[in-house]
């Protein structure tokens, strides 16, 4: 009988040790919790370093463009501010789009409360905003500041600014006489050269870009000439075997012929001196 009641005793001993345990933990949890309860914070101050216009100039474009900042919102919590690492999103739209416009950019910053841009960084990473080189674009920056998934983020003022992009120069050298031939086998005019024109004559669409629509012969090879009738020049590509027939990266006197489609057919052949790439396209 002294066994038997022994044992019982034990178990309301191990009952009684993990009702305790789990009590402590509960009443650890409501600690941790009143400790991270949110409070608040407040919207980050959005400056620039420049009054309303961003100068961008392609000779002077190592040069500083525009250093934004901003103040930190200071997340608070029961126990105080919040001691983890802020993160930003700089947020660049055109004015008038509320910061929703289908090529607004979105910039990504750990900690830091500012960020500095060269004329060049800048040029670049507004030219997704499909602005216009030479053309005065109005823009607005702005940051949001997060914590966490389950914190509210803060969004900055807005600042207006006016900026002037550039177009830089072409990868590729455009062609001096402005115009441009194809010559190769996979051209009705053969390797001939002077080639037949305006068959086999490009058109300047812009400044930088040319198209050709022409039938090619499948499995040939073709180069771009900027002379019709002169062998000492020549736009290729570096490597035939490594080309791929539907386009690619091109450049002023590189050493081996376009590979061309592999089936006969007509194409339209579209030349980017401003990207340094051409395009292959059946028509």
Do not use: H
Not at 20 to 30: G, N, P, T
Not at 273 to 278: D, P, R, W
């Amino acid at each position: 009988m002294l066994k038997v009641k022994k044992k019982y005793m034990k178990k309301i001993i191990q009952s009684l040790l993990y009702l305790s345990i789990a009590m402590v933990f509960f009443a650890s949890c409501e600690k941790e919790e009143a400790r991270d309860t949110y409070n608040g914070g407040t919207a980050p101050v959005f400056s620039a370093s420049v009054k309303d216009s961003i100068g961008l100039n392609f000779n002077t474009e190592n040069n500083k463009a525009v250093t934004f900042s901003w103040t930190n919102p200071n997340y608070t919590f029961a126990s105080g501010v919040s001691s983890q690492n802020v993160s930003y999103t700089l947020e660049i739209d055109t004015a008038g789009a509320s910061f929703n416009g289908p090529n607004k950019r979105s910039v990504s910053i750990n900690q830091d409360v500012d960020v500095t841009y060269t004329q060049k960084a800048f040029n670049i990473l507004i030219a997704d905003l499909k602005v216009k080189p030479g053309v005065v674009a109005q823009l607005e920056a702005r940051v949001i500041a997060s914590l966490g998934a389950n914190i509210t983020s803060l969004v900055s003022n807005k600042f207006t600014f006016k900026v002037l992009p550039y177009a830089p120069p072409p990868k590729v050298a455009v062609p001096s006489g402005g115009v441009l031939y194809l010559v190769g086998d996979a051209t009705n005019g053969g390797w001939n050269n002077p080639v037949p024109v305006p068959s086999q004559q490009f058109t300047q669409v812009s400044t930088t870009l040319y198209e050709l629509t022409v039938p090619l012969i499948g499995g040939k090879q073709f180069l771009f000439l900027p002379k019709n009738g002169d062998w000492s020049n020549k736009f290729a590509c570096s490597s035939t075997a490594n080309q791929s027939a539907s386009g690619g990266v091109f450049g002023y006197n590189f050493s081996d012929n376009f590979p061309g489609p592999a089936a006969d057919g007509t194409y339209k052949i579209a030349v980017d001196f401003q990207n340094g790439v051409y395009t292959i396209t059946k028509k």
